[in-house]
């Protein structure tokens, strides 16, 4: 997994203890398969051609159960995270755990969050129907109670993001 950001942009050095702590200005969390090397790829050069300071992974994550803790860093030190919700996010445990470290990042160190729905409805995020809860199904089958658990703060991650007042891209 490595970061790209743009080089032409300095740290900040902010007095408050809350943004010197925040290393990127930008946080990108999507599915590489849906949309890596399509909206993501051109929101990515949009933000970078402006010198915002953007992580995203390059690399495919290592399989597991457990989200990198590089990752989860970098996720605390955005000062906004940008969740392109697109087809089969809901599909990927890392994409549901990286939601959950946004949420409470949102909630705790008051990140702001910007969700883009591309290609899904809002509801769907928001209810987890359709597509969305075709991969609860999914991730249910067969789970046992700390499984069930983790299922449940994805759930609610999914809510909360899915009330965000966002931006729907549909075929345009």
């Known amino acids: 997994m490595a970061s ?8 900040s050095s902010s007095s408050s203890s809350s943004n010197s702590k925040r290393r990127y200005d930008v946080f990108l969390s999507f599915r590489g398969e849906d949309t890596r090397n399509n909206f993501t790829s051109h929101l990515y050069s949009a933000l970078d051609r402006g010198i915002i300071k953007t992580f995203r992974d390059d690399e495919e994550l290592p399989r597991g159960e457990e989200i990198a803790p590089e ?12 969740i392109v919700f697109s087809k089969t996010y809901a599909h990927s ?6 939601l959950v470290k946004i949420m409470e990042c949102q909630e705790e160190k008051g990140q702001t969050v910007f969700p883009i729905f591309y290609h899904v409805e809002p509801s769907e995020v928001r ?3 359709g597509i969305y809860g075709e991969a609860f199904n999914n991730h249910e089958s067969n789970a046992d109670e ?3 658990k983790k299922i449940e703060k994805w759930r609610t991650a999914l809510r909360k993001a899915g009330n965000l007042s966002g931006f729907p891209l549909q075929d345009r």
């Open 146 to 148: 700390q499984k069930k």
């Open 127 to 129: 209810n987890q129907t």
């Open 71 to 82: 990752l989860l860093k970098a996720i605390e030190e955005s000062r906004i995270a940008i």
């Open 4 to 11: 790209t950001s743009n080089p032409k942009r300095p740290s």
């Open 93 to 98: 445990k890392w994409c549901l755990d990286e």
